[in-house]
């Protein structure tokens, strides 16, 4: 497909949109559906699309397999360092209230916090997975 | 403030060295972290039981969300015991771990085994230590899932095979375990274990209370390898990396039989499991039929792993036993061979483990002579083998004694000829190992074979020698095992 036109330029036209929509779905995760996971895929989904029109090799110049490697246990630990920061403030574990003079927004900031975690490990892991499937029996 | 946080320490401590580990390309440097972690957690361990022993038990809310609401951790005499003896046998294997996984492991792939490591123990210290039901199911999971993935790096490439096995059969169990506490969900509203048997009571002849402790029983027992739910640990302990077939062997099983007993005696009651259904009748059954059938199984392997595998299956047999009998005796004899045994199969697959180091091969015919050549390590194979049999003077002694009493206490004399004739087949299967590495001529393999260095040595000769120390002093063990019976019979309280 590297040489279909159309292909091309409508995944141009495509990409910027469907990494907004996961930023937009990443970050309405707190007042309605969506969130790290949903968001996470999408945004993984981006670069499985960016590898089918353009091809494996171009992909992973954009988005290096050792970029994977390190997000899929980057998220996992800014989840628990975000729930360790409350514990370190006076607080249980995974409690948000102290991250701001006022409890709420100190949990909605966790919560913004925890879910950029998710985010990064599940595009991360979804990439990794795909790159796995596509390097088999090079 | 790192006193009251104990008990989140415990658990988010294996899993931030998990993620350090990850980032790790060197299997050293993992190996240090995952060293540093398992050395931290003993004495995170220890200071919860002095706690609990103090002022009684404690209740961690995680998040600050006050239970039954929010998750609760909550750490009682049993699973404080439990917490030690998880971090206790993963101290003492890890400094054994770098020499076996260097031999055993891709470079490249050292790290994730650490990483996966570090994640089995924060799922099975996590299945110990909280106290709401689905909470077990995240933990159950990440512990699982990290084991198949340890399995699965077995050099073999039937551990593959051996891993998706163990990944199809596990799932399964966790489906059922989701689904029991699904129905009870529905009946109480509640998954906070505490408040779910305090709701339970009055409803407990409900059918789907009756239905969710089937469930229960049955997914569980998929995950402790209750004979005939056994057939994914025999290829799964023979082909697995030694250091993992070490660790699961000595830890994850007992997990399981925590949980099992957790579930019985302080959520649904033993008046309810007892008397409702035919609960001790099964496991009296099947605690038989794993303890003869799977051992006379062993008697035919050729593959010391797999032989010890099955042995691990009998074990859990009487393990299970001590269920079935429900009197205080038997249940203190149930519980504490679940301590014994993570000791004398931690010392066998570990004293296996650096045989494999130095010939490559765990095969019967391999190891003859082997005596000559290794007669430190062999010597701590052949205490722990006596203590399989169940000789006096070691831990396998002290458990069938009380396990004896118990049957007796019930009138089964029966139950104790059998308890016998089934440790007759034991002499037969450790017997013919111990006969071929003292008594047989040298093998090829065997020739050039030395004593493994001392970091492999030492933890394989501690944990010897600690099923020796326990089979004399019995105030530990048997001691908290009895309180823990005790505790448990009583309904918890």
Redesign the interface.
């Known amino acids: 497909m590297r040489l279909d036109v159309i292909f091309r330029v409508g995944a141009k036209i495509l990409l910027p949109i469907m990494l907004l929509f996961a930023l937009y779905v990443q970050f309405h995760g707190d007042f309605g559906p969506g969130g790290g996971f949903q968001a996470g895929v999408m945004s993984a989904a981006m670069v499985i699309f960016y590898a089918i029109i353009f091809g494996l090799e171009t992909a992973q110049k954009v988005f290096p397999p050792r970029l994977a490697e390190?997000m899929?246990?980057?998220g996992?630990?800014i989840f628990?360092?975000v729930?360790?920061i409350?514990?370190l403030l006076?607080?249980?574990?995974?409690?948000?209230?102290p991250l701001a003079d006022d409890p709420a927004h100190g949990q909605e900031y966790g919560i913004l916090l925890v879910e950029f975690g998710v985010l990064v490990t599940v595009s991360g892991t979804m990439v990794a997975i795909f790159y796995c499937f596509m390097g088999r029996g090079r | 403030m790192i006193a009251a946080n104990l008990p989140a320490l415990q658990v988010v401590l294996p899993l931030l060295g998990a993620v350090l580990c990850a980032f790790f390309r060197r299997g050293v440097w993992a190996w240090g972290v995952a060293l540093l972690v398992s050395l931290t957690m003993p004495l995170i361990a220890a200071g919860l039981l002095v706690q609990v022993l103090e002022s009684g038990t404690i209740s961690y809310a995680l998040g600050g969300w006050k239970p039954p609401y929010g998750i609760e951790y909550r750490i009682d005499v049993a699973n404080a015991f439990l917490l030690l003896l998880v971090s206790l046998i993963g101290a003492v294997m890890m400094p054994y771990a770098r020499r076996s996984v260097e031999k055993e492991i891709a470079p490249e792939r050292q790290a994730w085994f650490y990483t996966l490591y570090l994640l089995n123990l924060c799922g099975l210290l996590g299945i110990a230590i909280t106290g709401d039901a689905f909470n077990v199911f995240v933990f159950m999971e990440i512990s699982s899932l990290a084991s198949y993935g340890l399995i699965a790096l077995g050099r073999d490439r039937r551990a593959l095979l051996a891993a998706y096995q163990y990944l199809i059969m596990g799932t399964i169990g966790a489906t059922f375990y989701v689904i029991g506490v699904g129905l009870l969900y529905s009946m109480t509203g509640t998954l906070n274990m505490a408040d779910m048997a305090s709701r339970l009571a009055g409803i407990e002849n409900s059918r789907a209370v009756l239905t969710a402790l089937a469930f229960l029983t049955v997914g569980i027992s998929l995950k402790l390898a209750l004979f005939p739910l056994h057939v994914w640990l025999p290829n799964a302990y023979a082909y697995a990396p030694s250091m993992a077939t070490a660790f699961i062997a000595a830890t994850a099983t007992k997990v399981a039989v925590y949980l099992l007993l957790r579930y019985f005696f302080t959520v649904f009651g033993a008046a309810t499991v007892y008397t409702r259904l035919p609960v001790a009748e099964i496991f009296l059954l099947l605690s038989l039929a794993a303890m003869f059938g799977a051992s006379i199984v062993a008697l035919f392997q050729d593959n010391v792993k797999r032989m010890l595998a099955y042995s691990s299956v009998a074990q859990i047999g009487y393990i299970t036993l001590g269920i079935a009998i429900a009197n205080k005796t038997g249940l203190t004899g149930g519980i504490v061979h679940l301590f014994n045994h993570a000791l004398m199969k931690g010392a066998l697959f570990m004293a296996i483990g650096a045989v494999f180091y130095r010939i490559g091969s765990v095969r019967i015919d391999d190891l003859a002579g082997l005596g000559k050549r290794m007669p430190i390590t062999m010597g701590a194979f052949t205490l722990a083998g006596l203590s399989i049999i169940g000789a006096p003077g070691t831990v396998g002694f002290v458990s069938k004694w009380y396990l004896g009493l118990g049957a007796m206490e019930n009138g089964w004399w029966w139950l104790v000829f059998l308890l016998v004739a089934s440790s007759l087949i034991s002499v037969v299967y450790i017997g013919r190992v111990v006969e071929v590495i003292w008594f047989r001529p040298l093998s090829n393999a065997a020739k050039g074979a030395k004593e493994p260095p001392l970091s492999m040595l030492i933890p394989t000769l501690l944990l010897c020698a600690a099923t020796i120390y326990f089979g004399f002093d019995t105030t530990i063990t048997a001691g908290i095992a009895g309180r823990a019976a005790e505790w448990l019979l009583a309904g918890s309280g």
């Open positions: 390190i899929v246990p980057a996992v630990g628990a360092g729930g360790v409350g514990m006076g607080e249980n574990y995974l409690n948000y209230s």
